[in-house]
């Protein structure tokens, strides 16, 4: 399914987040937002999550007006992943990702057996299957951080939007999860990540979209998007985009002045 | 409901099954203590006379109140993500008083029975209306708890103030003994009266469940589990203001049963809210009726109040609660 936004404008308060924002997601990608801290990304991911209102501009999925969906329709097609790893209850880590699966059972009914396969594979992704039992709230902030993305996993989208995901994880985690994020990808599904770690950008992410004060400055694949003036220009760091035994890194040597 | 999700403990049928039977025991129990003993000896038509008018209505007026300030603990504690909050927050059962206080106040008592319950059920309508609009229909939590003590207070400040202006020393003794909280002598009257009002605020506040349950994760990912957030909250507004509004004007301000039932089961129904909305609601019943019982067997020596008896059990537990969220924050 293509996610895409033509000319979003978005006010928070008295600030525009975002000024006239083109994003385009496909099917068969994983889609990376980078950008400076403020730069939009996270109102962009609540606004194709429908949880914030445009004040201009549209964005659609499946060519559909993200305003015309219904609520337990479009939890079924998309899944959000907030960055806030919130957990209010002592609830158990399988229950917890059970909650991915509510857009799927009606009034009254309860667990079904794809249910419950949704929630094994789920935490059998982010290698959690252990912690099934395990109170949340218990648990380390990488092990929760992992729970959630399981959670978002057990709604079975065909759109995941995922804020920065790999966020606390270790590194192994890190990795696996990304690897986790292509074959869903490869299996024709349509992931958006908003990153900070540019590194798994340029490794992991198909198509890079570049933000900057509410706008799209770039987008294209890792290798046009991280160049060194861009990367200068909007982070204001020295970086260097190489390759290391065939893997894309990007290091930042320096702030510049 | 969803299955038991192999994590061991009581499983969540068998939890509503063992408190409804508690339940219906202590309905039972509550029918059959009381200073009149309905055993052998007592004529058939004096029997039947204590048991309809007597007995019947304050057992049920238990029950549904206690069921009513259970449930709505549970949704509220649920909804605003708070273990520490209860009825009373909402500004509802501080309306209802001020409502019948008036009633008293202005002497319209002497002129129908039914002033009181319906100066009360007046008081807790104004009050919802004004805790929805200090709220409105979307926002988070800290302006529902926000906009309910603004109104609380208000409440509060005019019951003070007609307790102050009143002349007659009786009408003053009977607003006191209004806002403590009694089920004694209330009649079948009194249970059609708020009954239906607290079926249907238990019946909404039965309806979030889901809702509550995908609270837990915060509300954008609530959201985007297709949860209508001001659907839910005004379902939890709502609901709370009928429940505990209709209980409140029957009955006066009963403390505390909201704030600890959902605590003390919360562990039992695993943690998750929308198990523990119907657990809360048998045992918070139970919490009524049996309280109700055990203050019938203390009469002979002490005449206690039913608000004053779960503020007695309450406000210990409150301080315990204190000292263990300092011991679960402490470093």
């Known amino acids: 399914m293509k996610v895409e936004t033509r000319g979003l404008r978005v006010i928070l308060g008295a600030r525009e987040v975002l000024s006239g924002l083109d994003f385009s997601a496909h099917a068969g990608e994983v889609t990376a937002v980078i950008g400076p801290n403020g730069a939009g990304k996270t109102t962009l991911l609540r606004v194709i999550a429908g949880l914030l209102r445009p004040s201009a501009g549209t964005a659609a999925i499946d060519g559909r007006e993200i305003a015309d969906w219904q609520p337990q329709a479009l939890a079924r097609v998309l899944a959000y992943l907030p960055q806030e790893r919130v957990v209010h209850w002592a609830l158990s880590a399988r229950a917890v990702v ?61 759109v995941l939007l995922a804020d920065e995901p790999a966020a606390g994880l270790d590194p192994a985690h890190q990795l696996s999860l990304f690897h986790h994020f292509t074959r869903l990808a490869e299996g024709g599904r349509t992931i958006v990540v908003a990153l900070h770690d540019l590194s798994l950008a340029a490794r992991f992410c198909h198509r890079i979209v570049l933000m900057h004060k509410g706008r799209a400055v770039a987008a294209g694949s890792p290798a046009d998007v991280l160049t060194e003036e861009r990367l200068a220009a909007v982070y204001g760091i020295h970086a260097h985009y190489a390759t290391l035994d065939g893997v894309p890194i990007v290091l930042a040597t320096d702030v510049l002045p | 409901m969803m299955a038991a999700s192999g994590t061991g403990g009581v499983k969540p049928l068998h939890l509503i099954a063992v408190l409804a039977v508690a339940t219906l025991a202590a309905f039972i129990l509550s029918l059959s203590i009381g200073p009149a003993g309905l055993g052998i000896g007592a004529s058939g038509e004096a029997r039947s006379l204590i048991f309809m008018e007597i007995r019947l209505p304050r057992a049920i007026l238990g029950a549904l109140i206690g069921a009513a300030l259970g449930l709505s603990g549970a949704a509220l504690q649920g909804y605003l993500r708070n273990p520490l909050a209860e009825p009373t927050l909402v ?138 957030l001001a659907r839910t909250r005004l379902m939890v507004i709502a609901g709370t203001a009928l429940a505990v509004g209709a209980a409140t004007a029957v009955t006066g301000i009963i403390g505390f049963v909201g704030l600890i039932v959902p605590h003390a089961l919360r562990p039992f129904a695993q943690h998750r809210p929308s198990l523990l909305l119907p657990a809360s609601m048998l045992g918070g019943a139970i919490m009524l009726l049996v309280a109700d019982v055990a203050l019938r067997l203390m009469q002979p020596w002490a005449e206690l109040r039913i608000g004053v008896l779960t503020a007695l059990i309450g406000a210990p537990f409150f301080v315990w609660l204190v000292i263990r969220t300092r011991a679960e924050l402490a470093p």
């Not at chain 1, 709230?137 to 996993?153: H, K, N, Q």
């Not at chain 2, 019948?100 to 002129?111: D, E, S, W």
């Open chain 1, 98 to 158: 059970a909650l991915g699966r509510l857009p799927y059972q009606p009034l009254g009914v309860g667990e079904s057996a794809a249910d419950g396969h949704a929630i094994a594979a789920a935490l059998a992704a982010v290698d959690a299957t252990h912690l099934a039992a395990r109170p949340v709230l218990d648990m380390s902030g990488g092990e929760r951080a992992r729970i959630l993305v399981a959670r978002a996993l057990a709604q079975e989208p065909r």
């Open chain 2, 91 to 228: 500004g509802v059962s501080g309306g209802a008083a001020l409502g019948a206080v008036l009633a008293i106040h202005l002497g319209l008592l002497q002129v129908f029975a039914l002033a009181l319950p319906l100066g009360g059920l007046a008081g807790a309508a104004v009050a919802m209306l004004l805790v929805v609009v200090l709220a409105g229909v979307r926002g988070g939590p800290v302006t529902l708890i926000l906009a309910g003590l603004a109104v609380s207070s208000i409440a509060t400040a005019l019951i003070s103030l007609a307790l102050n202006l009143s002349q007659n020393p009786f009408a003053a003794v009977e607003m006191v003994f209004w806002v403590m909280g009694s089920l004694a002598d209330r009649s079948l009257t009194q249970v059609w009266l708020s009954a239906p009002l607290m079926l249907v605020g238990i019946g909404l506040l039965l309806t979030v469940g889901r809702a509550l349950d995908a609270l837990t994760l915060g509300e954008d990912a609530a959201a985007g589990l297709g949860t209508d």
